[in-house]
């Protein structure tokens, strides 16, 4: 299960601590805790202008003096009472601390904010966040902030949405973002029955069965999803799955106009909801909008694409929602090797 130890990293920021009352919220809805890090940077001292640097021990113990109090202060905040939760500093670049803590205190997710003051406007898609989101060992939940706060998961505008958006493209590896969708799903919806949307975006041409294999012909599309789906009808606790299949030019749009309830593009087969306790129930899977999106970091348009090249990125920079990336193991063997 997600969500029972959930790294939050922080740089003393507004906009990085605005995940905090969702990670909260997501801990105390499973029981889980929360690690809280900082990375600090190492201050340097120079013997001479344009001369070698080195570590300055006394600005180093003051300045991790500083974090220490920094940190207990967040951990004090009433957004945790009642959760366990842990403090972590760590010297060296932000990606590393992030990375190794992820590894070294066995969480199970993250979740961070896509503002910081690294930039101005595109931290999930700059230096720091859009490594972690191609490299974290597990999945990464994106808030986008404004200000101090972040798009909220638990308001009751996000409450009333229809649950999580899980754009697929029919490769076994996209279909790594369902299973931590569904979680994520049941963390939002606690205590009642969670909901996961999956929309399949075709190309036009892809809805012809001449031009692709059978998995992805439109023929094949209503098999396929009710294939993927019935995987989950004996799931405790239940899971409600609709699904529908849409032909775009432009693959971005469709999951943006999706995820905000608009469906220009013509919904080619949208049928009855899968429920884990009614199968077959009747209910029609209109899509009225969604508290987030979970997307997972390949694709079968190859490795980095589908999540951070061509047409996904723009899902990432564009929507307001929360983005959950779920990676695969060719992700981190990607990234050992690079």
């Not at 919220?25 to 029981?31: F, I």
């Not at 209109?286 to 996904?312: D, K, Q, V």
Request: with cysteine; charged share 20%.
């Amino acid at each position: 299960m997600m969500f029972k130890r959930i790294l939050v990293p922080v740089d003393g920021s507004f906009r990085s601590e605005a995940a905090i009352p969702a990670a909260a919220r997501l801990a105390r809805r499973v029981g889980g805790s929360v690690v809280l890090l900082r990375a600090v940077s190492a201050p340097l001292a120079y013997a001479f202008p344009l001369g070698p640097a080195s570590v300055d021990p006394a600005l180093l113990d003051e300045e991790l003096r500083a974090v220490e109090a920094y940190l207990t202060h967040l951990a004090d905040l009433p957004a945790f009472s009642g959760i366990e939760k842990k403090t972590v500093m760590v010297t060296g670049p932000a990606v590393d601390a992030i990375l190794e803590t992820a590894t070294g205190e066995r969480c199970d997710s993250i979740v961070m904010t896509t503002h910081g003051r690294t930039g101005p406007s595109r931290w999930a898609l700059g230096s720091v966040a859009r490594q972690i989101s191609r490299w974290a060992p597990v999945p990464t939940l994106l808030l986008r902030a404004t200000g101090a706060s972040a798009t909220p998961l638990f308001e009751p505008e996000a409450s009333s949405s229809q649950g999580v958006l899980v754009p697929l493209d029919g490769s076994p590896l996209a279909e790594e973002a369902l299973e931590p969708a569904i979680e994520l799903a049941q963390a939002i919806a606690s205590p009642h029955s969670g909901c996961v949307h999956v929309l399949l975006a075709l190309w036009p041409s892809e809805t012809q069965p001449d031009n692709m294999p059978e998995g992805l012909a439109l023929t094949g599309a209503q098999t396929y999803l009710q294939n993927l789906v019935s995987r989950y009808q004996d799931r405790q606790p239940p899971i409600q799955i609709t699904w529908s299949v849409v032909s775009n030019f432009d693959p971005a749009s469709a999951i943006l106009h999706a995820a905000e309830g608009k469906v220009d593009e013509p919904v080619i087969t949208s049928p009855d909801s899968f429920d884990a306790n009614r199968v077959g129930s009747g209910e029609q899977s209109a899509m009225r909008g969604f508290s987030a999106i979970a997307m997972a970091s390949h694709g079968r348009t190859g490795p980095n694409l589908w999540i951070m090249g061509s047409f996904a990125e723009r899902v990432l920079d564009a929507t307001r929602l929360p983005v959950l990336i779920a990676h695969t193991p060719t992700d981190l063997d990607d990234g050992a090797s690079s």
